[in-house]
């Protein structure tokens, strides 16, 4: 097999329940499928720079561990499946980097519940991705490291925060990828590499091993090829751990049985808010245009108003920093990471190895969340934002006592140039716009590709109920049945290209 | 309001984070825009309103009070800049 000529008939290119049936049927092993993602990392990465860490030793001793399994007829739908992980996620005894400085040789002793129920299925974890600095930032370009590039044209970014990891799956370089979204770091990258990104309702995925960025925000969720994927990956990742005391426990129903092609009488809020704001008209056509088929295949669809959307996005950029600099305060030189050097006194060497170890990105953030929080401040930013909050997660209430599910654009725009926007960070946040609300109500969301514009991906984002992940993975999967955006594949080859 | 460059030091110290000039200098332009763009909740009337601090409300999640496995010693320490007899090694914080 050549990993470097591409085609879809290579198993790299393959989704996990495809790949399932050929390992089933004996046709391939676990151990080819590992080496063939490995070659195809070996041929492209150079180009994408989605891993951080390629775990190849290892990769290979679970894939034969893997079919040992299948040898005794135990196939689980990700056994055997190669799976990318952002580099968020602690994993025992493969280095977590959170792309920074700071955690630059960091090795956890111990794994995230999500990788620990990952290997209980025999998952295969292939590498660590790429992602901002500590999960802050669009476009993967805050990684303390190296920008990864969008598969679809290597001058663009792959969004963010998890780049790698939707780039990653984008370029075949894994069979499925697991992120993290505070403010729409699953969604808006899986939206700019044209794939499908899905943030659970928060407290269905254990946070336990995710590093913190905002913890009233962040949650795990799967990246994958297509719909069924992620509904295979969110059936393994769900569920309530005594480990993680806000994740909730409430059943998890099978996903897979969510993925019916029929969205006959459901009903669709439009959120008009979430079309403005800077939404590229070509976005917003193709967004429409999805709408428009979901409403051929009997859904009905309406405008609605939500005009607290616009309150959002500063509503997020107090919570979210005010939490950063509460979490991040772990980072001091004492237990782990990064220290810096010859320092007389320890709060010298606190304060110098967080100069050191933190890029200008979180540096920033730690501030305005230090800010916000400190003496005389308090009540005008981080109360008030968290009272804003309430206004937000009502609006969503009210309106699903109405409609089923709410779409919009997953971003405003498509992919933009690497270095474009990196020196204006307020544009740089409005790449989360339409993303953002859906985590400060902690609902559900899916991105799924709904068109092509300068020949880059286009997402749609369908929000759902708290812990109603099914409906959403079923609108998903009826778009994704009845288009074939989904299939289509970035013009990458391997080499270097001209 | 305007945040100056003493107010950003005194942040900085509160975060303890060792800022160079040419840091503080950009991180008081930055700080000053970005807290202008909060000012747009201050059109909101929320003085009704209860704070969200979590989505999902959850009260106290108790457990029960048994022994499980944890880190051993050498595991805790395994990443540490500085260990010596089981512990951390950190500069001198209490004068002799």
């Not at chain 2, 305007?2 to 930055?30: D, F, G, M, N, Y």
């Amino acid at each position: 097999m050549n990993a470097t000529t591409g085609g879809a008939s290579e198993p790299y290119s393959l989704t996990a329940h495809e790949l399932h049936e050929h390992l089933v049927a004996r046709k391939i092993s676990a151990f080819e499928v590992t080496q063939v993602l490995l070659e195809r990392i070996a041929a492209v990465d150079e180009q994408v720079k989605a891993y951080i860490t390629v775990t190849a030793e290892s990769a290979l001793d679970a894939a034969r561990e893997a079919d040992e399994r299948i040898a005794r007829g135990e196939c689980g739908p990700l056994t055997g499946i190669p799976v990318a992980i952002k580099d968020v996620i602690c994993t025992k005894g493969i280095l977590t980097t959170c792309a920074s400085k700071i955690l630059r040789n960091y090795i956890p002793p111990y794994d995230a519940t999500v990788i620990q129920r990952l290997k209980d299925a025999g998952a295969i974890i292939i590498g660590k991705a790429n992602m901002d600095e500590f999960a802050m930032g669009s476009s993967t370009e805050n990684s303390a490291f190296f920008p990864t590039r969008n598969p679809w044209n290597l001058s663009r970014v792959p969004g963010g925060s998890s780049g790698g990891s939707a780039a990653a799956v984008a370029a075949d370089e894994a069979i499925l990828a697991l992120g993290s979204d505070t403010g729409g770091s699953i969604r808006q990258p899986a939206s700019f590499c044209g794939i499908v990104g899905l943030k659970p309702t928060y407290g269905r995925v254990s946070r336990y091993g995710l590093v913190a960025f905002a913890s009233s925000l962040d949650q795990i969720g799967p990246m994958s090829k297509d719909v069924t994927d992620s509904a295979i990956l969110l059936n393994v990742i769900a569920g309530k751990d005594p480990m993680d005391s806000t994740s909730v426990d409430i059943a998890v129903p099978d996903f897979t049985k969510a993925l019916v092609n029929d969205v006959k009488g459901l009903k669709i809020g439009v959120p008009k808010e979430l079309f403005a704001q800077g939404v590229r008209a070509e976005v917003a056509d193709a967004v429409m245009k999805g709408i428009e088929l979901l409403g051929n295949l009997g859904a009905e669809f309406k405008e609605l108003s939500m005009p607290i959307m616009e309150y959002a996005l500063p509503t997020y950029y107090i919570i979210a920093p005010s939490e950063a600099s509460s979490n991040l305060a772990r980072y001091d030189g004492v237990r782990y990471g990064h220290r810096a050097a010859r320092s007389s006194d320890v709060l010298t060497m606190f304060a110098r190895t967080r100069e050191e170890g933190f890029g200008s990105e979180v540096k920033q953030r730690i501030m305005i969340g230090t800010y916000a929080l400190s003496a005389g401040y308090y009540d005008a930013y981080y109360l008030k934002a968290q009272k804003v909050r309430t206004l937000v997660r009502r609006a969503f209430d009210d309106a699903f006592r109405e409609f089923d599910v709410l779409i919009s654009p997953t971003s405003p725009t498509v992919a933009f140039g690497i270095g474009e926007k990196i020196e204006d960070p307020l544009e740089m946040k409005l790449a989360d716009v339409c993303t953002i609300p859906v985590n400060l109500a902690g609902i559900p969301a899916i991105s799924i590709t709904c068109g092509f514009s300068e020949g880059l991906p286009i997402g749609m984002q369908i929000m759902g109920r708290p812990f109603d992940e099914e409906t959403i993975i079923r609108v998903a999967y009826t778009f994704e049945q009845n288009t074939d955006f989904h299939r289509r594949k970035p013009p990458l080859t391997g080499g270097v290209q001209a | 309001m305007k945040i100056t460059k003493s107010e950003v030091e005194h942040v900085a110290w509160l975060a303890r984070l060792e800022l160079s000039e040419e840091e503080k200098e950009k991180l008081t332009v930055h700080l000053n825009g970005i807290m202008a763009h909060f000012e747009k909740l201050q059109q909101l009337d929320t003085s009704e309103v209860e704070p969200t601090s979590h989505s999902i409300p959850v009260q106290n999640v108790y457990r029960e009070d048994k022994v499980s496995t944890c880190l051993s010693v050498d595991e805790a320490l395994s990443n540490a800049p500085d260990a010596r007899d089981g512990y951390f090694v950190v500069p001198q914080v209490v004068e002799i």
